[in-house]
């Protein structure tokens, strides 16, 4: 398989333009990236759509939540962009408003489970009784049961999700970090030969790459390691 198609690089910068220098650094290394709030608020949505239309795929994470009726509204819109990928919080209620509005297209949703930002204790003060480990394996059922398309967690909890979801939803993760790389706001991370291994379907890297003296050449190694992981 290729490597390519599970990769995902993270575009988060602070304008489009060096989000365009580092689409045209990456060239052809690179078919997939995510755009996020950064980006999305300065211009990050039409060069989602231009993206998309020169071939890109794009994993566009607005983690939605609200009200039934505003999730379907936007998910109609979202399909119209082109976008590969959509974010929105593991809710019940907002997941099954998405899956239907959805339905037909190949917007492919995922379901945020936990921010690989947080760890139990994070939890523990935003007032939920879980752990990290339990509340993601109950998003994950819960996303299952709503019919998405995968959910984004972290890869140290690939393993266990992917036996909860089978082979075949996608098992999205951020919080990849090559060996020796630092570690930046996140908590729970793994390299992308880990992640793999664990089940995860497709891995979100930015910072190691976007930041890199050489994006280019960072990009390929993590390609790499990915494609000598069995990908």
Not at 140 to 160: L, P, R, T, Y
Not at 172 to 187: E, N
Not at 195 to 203: E, Q, V
């Amino acid at each position: 398989m290729d490597a390519r198609k599970s990769l995902i690089v993270g575009l988060d910068v602070p304008t489009v333009a060096e989000a365009e220098t580092l689409v045209v650094t990456l060239g052809d290394d690179v078919l997939f990236y995510k755009i996020g709030y950064q980006l999305a608020f300065a211009g990050g949505l039409e060069l989602a759509r231009d993206l998309a239309k020169s071939g890109k795929s794009i994993f566009l994470d607005m983690k939605l939540l609200d009200i039934d009726n505003t999730i379907a509204s936007a998910v109609e819109n979202i399909v119209k962009m082109g976008m590969t990928m959509l974010t929105l919080h593991a809710y019940p209620k907002a997941m099954a408003a998405a899956v239907a509005a959805a339905k037909g297209s190949d917007l492919c949703l995922l379901g945020v489970t936990v921010l690989t930002s947080m760890d139990d204790q994070d939890l523990i003060h935003a007032g939920y009784n879980h752990d990290a480990a339990s509340l993601v394996a109950l998003r994950a059922k819960q996303a299952k049961d709503a019919g998405m398309g995968g959910i984004v967690c972290s890869a140290q909890e690939a393993a266990a999700v992917r036996t909860i979801l089978g082979p075949d939803m996608a098992v999205v993760t951020p919080g990849i970090r090559p060996a020796g790389a630092d570690k930046g706001d996140q908590k729970r991370v793994m390299t992308p030969a880990q992640a793999l291994m664990a089940g995860s379907s497709h891995l979100v890297v930015a910072r190691p790459i976007t930041r890199a003296a050489d994006p280019k050449a960072a990009a390929q190694a993590i390609l790499a390691e990915m494609q000598a992981a069995g990908v």
